[in-house]
């Protein structure tokens, strides 16, 4: 027994030099948080590298948590275990992973653009007649997609306010509140684009887009809702320092917690709040012995069982190029890969619940290509994604404030759900942002042609001047 503690011990040991190195990799990629290139966005609180370093650092808190308590790491419905031995080389595969990522965001950095590097930003130009009439037609857009909510909360008010259920099950029964939350986030990130996020317009159109989206119960929605409002003051010159993560990382977990209280667990089984925190064993095991943050239990899982899973090598991604096609006409669309997990490994749970255990973007990879190929994959998406970051804030101010939030929300996605589900909200974004540039193009065109139109019209009312006299 001794020495099975002290063998315990010593791959503890071990875990905290993985998280040593791991410190080095975050340490670094917030160093290019504060790179030039970045304009007003360096060194800022929505930096796409400061959050996802803030994200990685969550994950590897959880897995040195569960490495000092193994039996934490069960999964609910299926007979796996894992000793801390296995905890801490699934840890090490995660470094190594998120280590390629920041190697690919420092190539793509040293072989970026670098005429654009220091170079002041031209004054930004004033909004363009067409870029005002969408920004007006997104601002209705926006307000029409929060109907859909509005409507399942005034039909099932009483029922909630009384914790007979929750406020998320309704929205699960309405396929409509989907899609006009899918279509509404975009429209909201393309209103504010155009429009300064303190004018009347915006805040007109921001309060019932937030309350929209905490009443879903979906709070990663939210998080990218004051994404968008951080961007978007940002880009118009606002300075606000990574320093304000320090007052805004507690009200996060206070907000994750009591969203999960009131829309999400049915208050009424609980006597108060405090007695839903306690039931959890307090605020730390409430994040990191529960589903909110499951990184560490699902990534170690998919490595342990991989084998034992048929998995496709490119089905999730063809499920994420699929995703919007129906599945009744469409029978060989895959599955995602965490319905399938949950499918094989806790088919209980998949059935009464149809709730899927998230395996994560690097669990995806994993279960699809193994350890290198995953290594290779995600140096490629860091890469893109770094040009990605570089392109947009070196752009027009509504770039920035349309594509910062997409790209910061793209690697919190990626790790927090697997690509099937995030194409849930890749694909709306990219069907309103197709919608937006092609009403855009066709706006423009229409001032143009207006334009050569009265200016023809003026030059032929003008009076013929008279030929001057040719002195010999």
């Known amino acids: 027994m001794p020495s099975t503690v002290a063998a315990q011990c010593g791959e503890v040991d071990v875990a905290y030099y993985v998280f040593l190195f791991h410190l080095v990799c975050v340490f670094l990629l917030v160093y290019h948080a504060h790179s030039p290139s970045y304009k007003q966005f360096a060194g800022s609180l929505v930096h796409p590298h400061i959050i996802f370093a803030i994200?990685?650092?969550f994950f590897s808190a959880e897995f040195l948590y569960v490495?000092?308590?193994?039996?934490?790491?069960?999964?609910?419905g299926a007979n796996v275990t894992a000793s801390t031995n296995d905890i801490v080389v699934c840890y090490s595969y995660y470094v190594s992973m998120f280590a390629a990522a920041v190697t690919g965001v420092t190539v793509a950095g040293l072989f970026g653009p670098r005429d654009r590097v220091g170079r002041r930003r031209a004054p930004e130009p004033p909004p363009q007649p067409g870029e005002l009439r969408m920004s007006r037609i997104f601002m209705v857009a926006t307000l029409a997609a929060c109907a859909p909510a509005v409507l399942v909360l005034s039909a099932h008010l009483g029922e909630l306010l009384a914790g007979d259920t929750t406020?998320?099950?309704?929205?699960?029964?309405?396929?409509?509140?989907f899609i006009m939350t899918g279509i509404l986030l975009p429209c909201f990130a393309i209103f504010l684009?155009?429009?300064?996020p303190w004018s009347l317009g915006s805040i007109v159109v921001t309060i019932p887009t937030l309350v929209v989206l905490f009443l879903s119960g979906t709070r990663t929605n939210v998080v990218y809702g004051v994404i968008v409002i951080l961007a978007a003051a940002v880009a118009n010159g606002v300075r606000l320092s990574a320093l304000w993560m320090i007052p805004i990382l507690p009200t996060l977990a206070w907000f994750l917690a009591?969203?999960?209280y009131f829309l999400r667990e049915g208050w009424q089984q609980f006597g108060s709040y405090d007695d839903f925190v306690n039931s959890s064993g307090g605020y730390f095991s409430l994040f990191f012995d529960s589903g909110e943050i499951g990184m560490a239990k699902a990534f170690t899982n998919v490595v342990l069982l991989r084998d034992q899973l048929p998995w496709g090598?490119?089905?999730?991604?063809?499920?994420?190029i699929m995703f919007p096609l129906p599945r009744s006409y469409f029978t060989s669309k895959p599955l995602g890969a965490s319905a399938y997990f949950t499918q094989e490994l806790a088919p209980l749970r998949w059935l009464q619940t149809k709730s899927e255990i998230t395996i994560t973007g690097y669990g995806d990879l994993f279960l699809s290509f193994g350890l290198s190929g995953t290594l290779v994959?995600?140096?490629v998406l860091a890469f893109v994604w770094q040009r990605g970051c570089l392109w947009a804030v070196n752009g027009p101010r509504s770039r920035s404030v349309l594509w910062v939030p997409f790209l910061i929300f793209w690697d919190f996605l990626f790790i927090r759900t697997d690509l099937y589900n995030l194409a849930s909200f890749v694909w709306p974004f990219v069907v309103v942002l197709a919608a937006y540039q092609l009403l855009l193009i066709?706006?423009?065109?229409?001032?143009?042609d207006t334009k050569r139109i009265s200016l023809h019209a003026i030059q032929s009312a003008r009076p013929p001047t008279a030929r001057r006299r040719m002195i010999p």
Request: glycine share 4%.
């Open 55 to 57: 994200i990685s650092m």
């Open 67 to 76: 490495a000092e308590s193994p039996e934490l790491i069960d999964l609910a």
């Open 167 to 177: 406020f998320q099950l309704y929205m699960r029964e309405s396929p409509l509140f």
């Open 193 to 196: 684009s155009v429009r300064k």
């Open 258 to 260: 009591s969203s999960r």
């Open 313 to 320: 090598a490119f089905d999730s991604v063809l499920g994420m």
């Open 377 to 379: 994959c995600v140096f």
């Open 442 to 448: 066709g706006s423009q065109k229409n001032d143009r």
